[in-house]
């Protein structure tokens, strides 16, 4: 049995940026069947990418490193921000674990680098789960066709960091 750890990082190199958008096409397309083909579009210009790492070290001491995660950040006005795109692995989704870390890098990384309000439209079955990170619920929406709350981070709970912020464009948009 492999020793996991994680980290959640931006992603900055042309692998881990292919990895993230992979992953989103496979939650996002394959699985939930919101978008046809790909889920990208003109948002990944302006958004930065973040992803969760699966480090692991197995018996025989191979190292390997997996993206189990997804979620893009992009300051829509000056000071407003927003996540989205928040995705995790089938095989990794066991106790919320990523999910949060992805959460706090993007909430965190975002009041960093002057954030005043961080917002991101959820899905109503994850809605309990961002009110237990000090999130709370604006309204209630549609997109896609599906039940979504636009929600609000506090703020407090989600210090500045020390991450610096990368020119755009990281990703080349569809």
């Known amino acids: 049995m492999a020793k996991t750890t994680y980290s959640f990082e931006l ?6 940026i292919s990895d993230y958008f992979r992953l989103r096409k ?3 397309c394959e699985e939930q069947g919101l978008f046809d083909g790909h889920d990208r579009d003109d948002t990944d210009r ?3 990418p973040i992803v969760a790492i699966a480090h692991q070290l197995h018996q025989d001491g191979h190292k390997s490193d997996r993206v189990v995660g997804v979620v893009r950040i992009y300051e829509q006005r000056a000071r407003v921000w927003y996540g989205g795109r928040l995705g995790v692995h089938p095989d990794f989704r066991r106790g919320w674990r990523i999910g949060k870390g992805l959460i706090q890098k ?3 990384t975002a009041n960093t680098w002057g954030c005043d309000r961080f917002l991101a439209t959820v899905q109503a079955q994850n809605v309990r789960f961002f009110t237990r990170l ?5 309204k209630e929406i549609e997109i896609l066709e599906r039940p979504h709350h ?9 210090p500045a960091g020390q991450q610096s912020r990368p020119l755009l464009p990281l990703v080349e948009a569809a």
């Open 11 to 16: 992603a900055l190199c042309e692998e881990r």
């Open 26 to 28: 496979q939650i996002f």
């Open 46 to 48: 302006l958004a930065y």
């Open 106 to 108: 993007a909430v965190t």
């Open 134 to 138: 000090h999130w709370d619920s604006l």
């Open 150 to 158: 636009l929600m609000q981070a506090d703020l407090d709970f989600y």
